[in-house]
């Protein structure tokens, strides 16, 4: 029965050599050393055998294939109890467990359940109340034996960058750097720009450069109306541009210079699958606050694969050029999927 087990988790790898090949993708040297690590890392919750690891960090820039070879592997695991979750969605879940009066301890593990396997795609950290929560999280998943895989645009030192809180989450990085294998993906290919087939909602949109009124009739986008229009989201008001009915009509500045948060995105995700923004600026021009909503947001509709349309006067490199936080590339790598439209 054992022998059979280990026999099952080494066929992780001919599964990713038949993935690849479907795709037409030739695996590098790195994605390689990291699948063969997949397999050794999950054969102890197929054996019963101590783990000397909890988990693995991946990180790399964009595109790198850290997305697709998690997914793979999620998906093939011979677990009865796993969880693929998105980052920014689990935490948003946690923190209304607790806001309902639940311990922390409890909120995590009503959260966690009973799995072995738990997976984090696209772990960003910059809201200092998530980065609380991340050290009880690990060892709770550490003291379980849960096996713990995390994708993630930059190295574990790098999270909650901002100098007003990194010191307060230091310990944690100690905690994922003793606990977790760190794994770098540096291949030079953005697999994303690849194959824009493949990208679901976010190629079905488009990036409208001067947009003309025809051109919107066209794709079935709507007109700004004389006056804004409120939409309640949770405690707070937004301004739309039109009606909240196909699509959700937002300006850049009410969207992204409103104080607004990830829990707003993810709300409105929940009743909205079509957005509209309007009027984005070269993102140089505003400050750093409110490029980091905008990459917010662009990583929840992206992970939502909601349907998005950008209206703005610039290409994209125009957009994004000159803008210093590092996520921006991940940005970018989402955005240049959607079609281009030149009024």
Known sequence: MIEARRQKASAFQQVMQ???ADKNIVLDEQQLQLIARMDALIAPLLTRAPQSHHGLYIWGEPGRGKSFIADA????????????????????????????????EAAIEASIGRCQLLCFDEFHLHDIGDAMLIKPLLEQLFQ?????????????????????????????????RQQMEVIALTGEKDYRTLNHAAQGAFSDGGLLVSATLAQRQRLGLPAPVASPLPLKVGYRTLETLSPAQAFLHFSFSALCEA?????????LCEQYPQWLIEDVPPLARVSP?????????????????????????????????????????????????LPVYQG
């Open 259 to 267: 104080p607004t948060a990830v829990m707003d995105y993810l709300q």
């Open 289 to 337: 606050a409110v490029q980091q909503r905008f990459i917010n947001v662009i990583d929840v509709l992206y992970d939502r694969q909601c349907r998005l349309f950008l209206i703005t006067d610039g290409t994209l490199s125009m957009l994004t050029q000159g803008v210093e936080l590092e996520d921006i590339q991940r940005t970018w790598s989402r955005l240049n999927v």
């Open 73 to 104: 592997f999620f998906n093939w695991a011979p677990l009865a109890q796993k969880k693929r979750v998105h980052f920014h969605l689990f935490f948003r879940e946690l923190h209304q467990i607790i806001a309902r009066g639940s311990r922390v």
């Open 144 to 176: 379980r034996g849960v096996l713990l895989i995390a994708t993630s645009n930059q190295p574990p030192e790098k999270l909650l960058a901002n100098p007003l809180y990194h010191q307060r989450f230091v310990s944690s990085i100690a905690l994922i």
């Open 18 to 20: 038949q993935q690849a």
